[in-house]
């Protein structure tokens, strides 16, 4: 009877290692469960920018009018009879209102 115990608890102890620690146990799944959803919210992100770039794509393919868009907003270029404006941010043009710091 005190070999079947013995053999008993060997397995239990076996069967808890498999459990907890070995290769498949809970806390694998839970590490590859994490992992998983990390994958996810990245793909996620992916699929937004390509539909971003899609969209640019898309655009760009249709006509002159995105292509034009495109050179106003990243080229700053303007159409003739059109006229230019640039405005600074606050601070800078705070600096420059200055009467005394003005030269005319």
């Not at 996810?40 to 992100?45: G, L, S, T």
């Amino acid at each position: 009877m005190r070999w079947l115990f013995g053999v008993l608890l060997i397995l239990l102890v076996i069967l808890q290692y498999r459990l907890w620690i070995a290769e498949g146990s809970i806390a694998e799944q839970q590490r590859l469960q994490v992992q998983v959803e990390q994958f996810i919210q990245v793909n996620e992100a992916l699929q937004a920018r390509n539909a971003v770039l899609e969209r640019e794509v898309l655009e760009l393919q249709s006509g002159s009018a995105g292509i034009e868009q495109r050179a106003r907003e990243q080229l700053n270029l303007v159409r003739e009879g059109e006229t230019y404006f640039q405005v600074e941010d606050g601070e800078a043009s705070a600096t420059l209102s200055a009467p005394e710091k003005v030269k005319q």
